[in-house]
């Protein structure tokens, strides 16, 4: 059974780092691409970032460029999430997701796998 775990989360105030955990086990797809995503109280879930398993690349939402930095342990098979310079509307459940194929892709229902979600708060 795939399983994903994440790990992380917290209050801080803005302007402070994070790094968020997102654990993967199961049987994995023989290529996959992972991404984050987030959901604030009555919003959408929104694409925060994705990476390519194989490691060809990794692309990011507007709103978090030159901020956070996806990254992938393919030992640990554990991918990460740091997260620089929060500010107060990165406030929100930040979830792992997990996809067959390769093709990093920003909308949430192409992703088959995704963890409980771990909350991230930023206070001004």
């Known amino acids: 059974q795939r399983q994903l775990v994440e790990s992380g989360g917290g209050l801080v105030l803005a302007g402070d780092s994070l790094r968020l955990s997102c654990a993967a086990s199961?049987?994995?797809?023989?290529?996959?691409?992972m991404g984050w995503f987030r959901q604030a109280p009555g919003k959408e879930r929104e694409f925060v970032a994705a990476?390519?398993?194989?490691?060809?690349?990794?692309y990011y939402a507007d709103s978090v460029v030159g901020r956070f930095t996806i990254s992938r342990d393919i030992a640990k098979n554990t991918m990460y999430l740091q997260m620089n310079s929060l500010k107060p509307e990165d406030t929100a459940v930040y979830y792992c997701?997990?996809?067959?194929?390769?093709?990093?892709?920003?909308?949430?229902?192409?992703?088959?796998?995704w963890g409980q979600g771990t909350q991230v708060t930023v206070s001004s």
């Open positions: 997701a997990r996809k067959p194929g390769e093709t990093m892709l920003t909308i949430p229902a192409t992703y088959d796998d």
């Open positions: 199961g049987r994995p797809f023989s290529n996959y691409a």
């Open positions: 990476i390519s398993w194989s490691g060809t690349g990794a």
